[in-house]
């Protein structure tokens, strides 16, 4: 079981970016997927969430600017990032909790993605 991260790069303040996560391997069902963030020297925070029914919470630093979505069906978790400034530059992860089967039986278990880099700057 893994969670793929992909899309981010480098752009100029005001454009924008997309952020996709899949997640593949022995899954069953997934429920609350997520993006967090960490900028250097600083810990790492909560971006966005999206939960299995589509209910979706954004940090109020990007509210109004990034989008959390999902594909239920590719198992993809997406975030539409725009209007980017300098300090949305980060690493950015992405997170699930994964109803997985193991030796038979079915858990809840928290992944972690690898980080992509989003650097803002002019």
């Known amino acids: 079981v893994q969670l793929q991260a992909s899309g981010g790069g480098s752009e100029q303040p005001g454009g924008s970016l997309r952020l996709s996560c899949i997640a593949s391997?022995?899954?069953?069902?997934?429920?609350?997927m997520r993006w967090y963030r960490q900028a250097p020297g600083k810990e790492r925070e909560l971006v966005a969430e999206i939960y299995s029914g589509g209910s979706t919470n954004h940090a109020d630093s990007v509210k109004g600017r990034f989008t959390i979505s999902r594909d239920n069906a590719k198992g993809t978790v997406y975030l539409q990032m725009n209007s980017l400034k300098p300090e949305d530059t980060a690493i950015y992860y992405c997170n699930a909790d994964l109803w997985v089967l193991s030796l038979g039986s079915r858990r809840m278990v928290n992944y972690w993605g690898q980080g992509t880099q989003v650097t803002v700057s002019s």
């Open positions: 391997g022995n899954i069953v069902s997934i429920n609350a």
